[in-house]
C-alpha cells in the first residue's frame, strides 16, 4: 500500500511539474495565476461611464497591478514587435513609434515634440512587446513602461523582467496592463495557456456557401464605397466609368444565386482593376483554389506567343509547338481572361501580368473558368489534340520549374521563413548578396552592415544584390539598406496624400475623435478638394559608417515588390548601379503602402486590407521612367523556357557575372533637363504661382494696350488741330 502511495505521489509531482512548465509564468511578481483581473475576454470596457460608450474586449486579459511593478515575461520566445503607442480606441492603436529610448519619461517628451500630444495621450502612452514563441504563436504584452531598449530578434526568456506596469487606455483609470495571443493574425484564447477557465470566444466563421444576387450586390456597393472613402487615388490606372461598367457587366452574369468561392473570385478580380498590390483579400483566400491534378501539358506564353512549354515525358514531342487556341477559346482571348487574375500588376506593369500568363492556364483556366484539366488544344501546323489531367501514376511534368520559383523562399517545415539573407563571395573581386525581404529584425541588420563593412575593407569591387522575389518590408529597413550604398542624399518620399483627414465611414471600429487626433492634422487641403497633402520631401543621407563604394548590380524580376521597388528606383534614379533582370512588380512613381485599415463584406465575411495614404516619390516622367511602370532594368532578361526551367543554372546571374566580366556597367548619361509631368493634384499652390503670373501678364498687356490707345487718341486730336 505504501509503495502505491509512493508512486501515486510521484507522478501527482510529475504531472504538477509538467503543468508547470505548460503554463504561461503569470506576469505580476508575488501574484497567483488569476489574481487582479480587471477584465477578460467578452467584457467590456468603459461600463457605467456615461461619456463613453462600452466597448467589447474580445481577446484580452487586462491585470492591474500598483504603478511601477515590475512586468515578467510569461515565456521563452523571441522578440518581434516592440513599438509605442496611444489608442485612440480599444481596438485601435493610431499613434505608434519604434522604441527610441530606454526611459519612459523621455520616451514622453519625444512623442510631445513629434506629434503635439495632450497631457492625457502622454500619460497613456506606453509600450508593447511582441513575444513570438517557437509553436508560431506571438503573446503581446501593452502597458509597459519600459526600462531598456528592446531589439526585435533578440531571445527573451520565461521570468525576464519586460519593464514596469504603466497606463494602458484613457477608459480605463488605473495602472495595468494587457495580454493577447494570435497566429496568422488571428486572435487565440489567451487565458487556457495560463491554467485559467476562459471566457474566450473565436471568432464565428461564415459558412455559407452561396449568396444571394442582394447580398452580392449589398457586399460590391459596401467595397467600393469603402474604398472610395479611404483609398487615395482609387481610380488612377482606371476611370471611373471604366470600372462602373465593368462591375456592372459582372454583376449581369449572376443570375439568383453565386458561391461564396466564385464571389471571391469576382472580388479578387475587381481589386485587380484598381492595380495597387497593397489591397488585398486577406482572409482565407479560395481564388486559387482547386482540387485534383493538373493537365498533363502546360501552356504559356513566351514573346507572345502561346506554346507547350512542360509536358509529362509522353507528350514531350510536343514541347515548343504554338498553340492557337485552347477548348476553342482564340489565344488572345484566353490571353485577357487570364490578365483580369494579374491582381498584383501595379499600375501599368508589364512584367507581373507576363508572368501570371506563363502559369494562368494551369493555376487560373483550368481551376477556375474552364473548372476542367482536360484540354483540346488546337496547333499553329494545324494539328489538334486532347491533354488529359495528369495521372498519380505519372512523373512530374518536364522541364522543372521548382529551382526558379522557390530559390530565394527558404521556409523550414512549418513554412516559416528560415533565412532572410544568404551572401557568398563568387571570386576575389565578386561578392553575391540574396536579399529574400526586408523585413529585418534589427540583428540581422546589424549582420547585413557586417557583411558591407567586409566588402569595404576587402576591397571588392562588384557586389551583386539579389532583389528577385523580394516582398518588400518596412521603410527603415530598406532605407537602412540603401544607406549603406548610397553615395549622395536620396529622397525617400515627395509627398504623402489622403482622402480624409478624419471621419472615415470604414473605420468603424477605430473612431478619430478630431483633427487632433488624426495622424494627418499636419496635411493640407488638395486645390481640387479631393483629398489632403502633406507636401515635406524626406531625404536621408549616406550611412558615414558603413558605406561601400563599389559597383553595384541589382537583380530585379516580377516579384520585386513594395519596398525592393523603391530600393531599385534609387538606384536608378542616382546612378548608383545598373540593374539586370526584369521590371519590378510595384509601380515606381507612387505606391499605397502605409497605413493600412481593413473591411469586412458583411455577407461575404471577405476582408479586404485598404491602404488610407499614397506616397509620391517622384514626379519626373521620361523614358527611363515611364508613368506607372515599374523600375525597368538597364539590361533586360525576358522570360525563357531555360530560365524557368533551369536548365544551365541561373540565367539572370549568369548574364550578370557574363557583365561583369565584360566590364559593363552604367551607360547612361544624364541629361541637362529632364521631361516633366507632375500630378497637379499633389501640389496644393503649383496652380496659385500660374494664376498669378498669368494673371499679371495680362495686367501687363491691357496697360500696355491703354496706353497705346491713349497716344493714338493724342496723336489723332493733335492731327485734327
Known amino acids: 500500500m505504501k509503495t502505491r502511495n509512493l508512486i501515486t505521489a510521484l507522478f501527482l509531482l510529475l504531472a504538477s511539474m509538467t503543468f508547470a512548465q505548460d503554463t504561461y509564468l503569470w506576469p505580476i511578481p508575488g501574484k497567483q495565476v488569476g489574481d487582479d483581473i480587471l477584465c477578460r475576454p467578452q467584457d467590456y470596457i468603459g461600463v457605467g461611464d456615461a461619456q463613453n460608450q462600452p466597448e467589447l474586449n474580445f481577446g484580452d486579459i487586462i491585470i492591474g497591478a500598483p504603478l511601477g511593478t515590475p512586468v515578467l515575461c510569461p515565456v521563452d520566445g523571441k522578440i518581434n514587435h516592440a513599438l509605442l503607442g496611444y489608442r485612440n480606441s480599444w481596438s485601435c492603436s493610431l499613434i505608434c513609434f519604434a522604441q527610441q529610448t530606454g526611459n519612459y519619461e523621455q520616451d514622453s517628451l519625444l512623442f510631445l515634440e513629434w506629434d503635439n500630444m495632450t497631457q492625457e495621450k502622454i500619460h497613456n502612452t506606453s509600450l508593447s512587446v511582441g513575444i513570438q514563441m517557437s509553436d508560431g504563436r506571438t503573446l503581446y504584452i501593452d502597458g509597459i513602461r519600459p526600462i531598456r531598449l528592446f531589439k526585435t530578434g533578440e531571445i527573451i526568456h520565461r521570468?525576464?523582467?519586460?519593464?514596469?506596469?504603466?497606463?494602458?487606455?484613457?477608459?480605463?483609470?488605473?495602472?495595468?496592463?494587457?495580454?493577447?495571443?494570435?497566429?496568422?493574425?488571428?486572435?487565440?484564447?489567451?487565458?487556457?495557456?495560463?491554467?485559467?477557465?476562459?471566457?474566450?470566444?473565436?471568432?464565428?466563421?461564415?459558412?455559407?456557401?452561396?449568396?444571394?444576387?442582394?447580398?452580392?450586390?449589398s457586399d460590391i456597393?459596401?467595397?467600393?464605397?469603402?474604398?472610395?472613402?479611404?483609398?487615395?487615388?482609387?481610380?488612377?490606372?482606371?476611370?471611373?466609368?471604366?470600372?462602373?461598367?465593368?462591375?456592372?457587366?459582372?454583376?449581369?452574369?449572376?443570375?439568383?444565386?453565386?458561391?461564396?468561392?466564385?464571389?471571391?473570385?469576382?472580388?479578387?478580380?475587381?481589386?485587380?482593376?484598381?492595380?495597387?498590390?497593397?489591397?488585398?483579400?486577406?482572409?482565407?483566400?479560395?481564388?486559387?483554389?482547386?482540387?485534383?491534378?493538373?493537365?498533363?501539358?502546360?501552356?504559356?506564353?513566351?514573346?507572345?506567343?502561346?506554346?507547350?512549354?512542360?509536358?509529362?515525358?509522353?507528350?514531350?514531342d510536343y514541347l515548343g509547338k504554338p498553340v492557337v487556341s485552347v477548348n476553342g477559346i482564340p489565344a488572345d482571348s484566353l490571353k485577357n481572361m487570364l490578365l483580369e487574375y494579374a491582381a498584383f500588376s501595379d499600375g501599368y506593369v508589364k512584367s507581373y501580368g507576363d508572368y501570371v500568363l506563363l502559369y494562368g492556364v494551369d493555376t487560373y483556366y483550368c481551376r477556375q473558368i474552364g473548372n476542367n484539366a482536360n484540354l483540346l488544344v488546337a496547333f499553329a501546323d494545324g494539328e489538334t489534340k486532347r491533354f488529359e489531367q495528369m495521372t498519380r501514376k505519372d512523373p512530374n511534368r518536364q522541364p522543372q520549374w521548382m529551382e526558379y520559383q522557390y530559390r530565394h523562399y527558404h521556409v523550414d517545415e512549418e513554412g516559416n521563413e528560415e533565412k532572410h539573407f544568404e551572401f557568398?563571395?563568387?571570386?576575389?573581386?565578386?561578392?553575391?548578396?540574396?536579399?529574400?525581404?526586408?523585413?529585418?529584425?534589427?540583428?540581422?541588420q546589424k549582420q547585413l552592415m557586417e557583411f558591407f563593412a567586409h566588402l569595404v575593407a576587402d576591397s571588392v569591387s562588384n557586389l551583386i544584390l539579389d532583389l528577385r522575389f523580394n516582398p518588400g518590408g518596412p521603410a527603415a529597413s530598406v532605407e537602412g539598406v540603401y544607406a549603406s550604398l548610397a553615395q549622395k542624399p536620396f529622397c525617400t518620399s515627395l509627398r504623402k496624400i489622403v482622402n480624409k483627414k478624419n471621419g472615415y465611414a470604414c473605420f468603424v471600429s477605430c473612431p478619430v475623435d478630431d483633427d487632433e487626433d488624426s495622424p494627418y492634422a499636419d496635411y493640407k487641403p488638395l486645390p481640387n478638394g479631393e483629398g489632403f497633402v502633406l507636401d515635406e520631401p524626406e531625404w536621408r543621407d549616406p550611412d558615414s559608417l558603413v558605406n561601400y563604394k563599389g559597383r553595384l548590380y541589382l537583380l530585379t524580376n516580377e516579384s520585386s515588390f513594395s519596398a525592393s521597388t523603391c530600393f531599385a528606383g534609387w538606384v536608378k534614379k542616382q546612378n548608383r548601379g545598373v540593374i539586370v533582370?526584369?521590371?519590378t512588380g510595384s509601380a515606381y512613381h507612387q505606391m499605397k503602402a502605409r497605413n493600412f485599415t481593413q473591411y469586412q463584406l458583411p455577407n461575404s465575411s471577405i476582408t479586404i486590407q485598404i491602404p488610407l495614404v499614397k506616397d509620391?516619390?517622384?514626379t519626373i516622367v521620361n523614358e527611363r521612367f515611364p508613368y506607372g511602370r515599374g523600375v525597368l532594368p538597364d539590361y533586360p532578361v525576358n522570360f525563357?523556357?531555360?530560365?524557368?526551367?533551369?536548365?544551365?543554372?541561373?540565367?539572370?546571374?549568369?548574364?550578370?557575372?557574363?557583365?561583369?566580366?565584360?566590364?559593363?556597367?552604367?551607360?547612361?548619361?544624364?541629361?541637362?533637363?529632364?521631361?516633366?509631368?507632375?500630378?497637379?493634384?499633389?501640389?496644393?499652390?503649383?496652380?496659385?504661382w500660374v494664376t498669378l503670373g498669368v494673371a499679371a501678364l495680362a495686367g501687363i498687356i491691357v496697360l500696355v494696350g491703354k496706353k497705346s490707345l491713349s497716344l493714338s487718341l493724342r496723336k489723332d486730336k493733335e492731327d485734327q488741330q
Open 159 to 217: 521570468g525576464d523582467t519586460l519593464g514596469t506596469v504603466g497606463y494602458l487606455y484613457k477608459k480605463i483609470k488605473q495602472p495595468c496592463i494587457s495580454i493577447s495571443i494570435s497566429k496568422n493574425s488571428q486572435a487565440e484564447d489567451p487565458m487556457t495557456p495560463f491554467g485559467l477557465k476562459t471566457t474566450f470566444i473565436p471568432p464565428k466563421a461564415n459558412n455559407k456557401t452561396q449568396l444571394t444576387y442582394d447580398e452580392a450586390q
Open 221 to 316: 456597393d459596401g467595397m467600393m464605397a469603402a474604398l472610395e472613402d479611404a483609398f487615395p487615388g482609387l481610380y488612377d490606372y482606371t476611370p471611373k466609368e471604366e470600372f462602373d461598367t465593368y462591375i456592372k457587366n459582372k454583376m449581369a452574369a449572376i443570375d439568383k444565386t453565386i458561391s461564396r468561392s466564385d464571389f471571391e473570385v469576382l472580388v479578387f478580380k475587381l481589386l485587380g482593376k484598381i492595380h495597387d498590390s497593397h489591397t488585398a483579400i486577406i482572409s482565407a483566400s479560395k481564388v486559387t483554389g482547386g482540387s485534383g491534378l493538373p493537365c498533363s501539358v502546360c501552356l504559356g506564353w513566351f514573346n507572345d506567343t502561346l506554346q507547350v512549354w512542360r509536358t509529362v515525358p509522353r507528350y514531350k
Open 424 to 444: 557568398e563571395n563568387l571570386s576575389e573581386s565578386v561578392a553575391y548578396l540574396a536579399l529574400h525581404t526586408f523585413e529585418l529584425d534589427d540583428l540581422e
Open 581 to 583: 533582370g526584369r521590371e
Open 616 to 618: 509620391v516619390f517622384d
Open 640 to 688: 525563357t523556357p531555360e530560365e524557368l526551367s533551369y536548365a544551365h543554372g541561373d540565367s539572370i546571374l549568369n548574364y550578370t557575372l557574363q557583365l561583369i566580366r565584360d566590364g559593363k556597367y552604367i551607360y547612361y548619361v544624364e541629361p541637362e533637363q529632364e521631361t516633366s509631368s507632375v500630378e497637379e493634384d499633389a501640389r496644393p499652390f503649383r496652380w496659385w
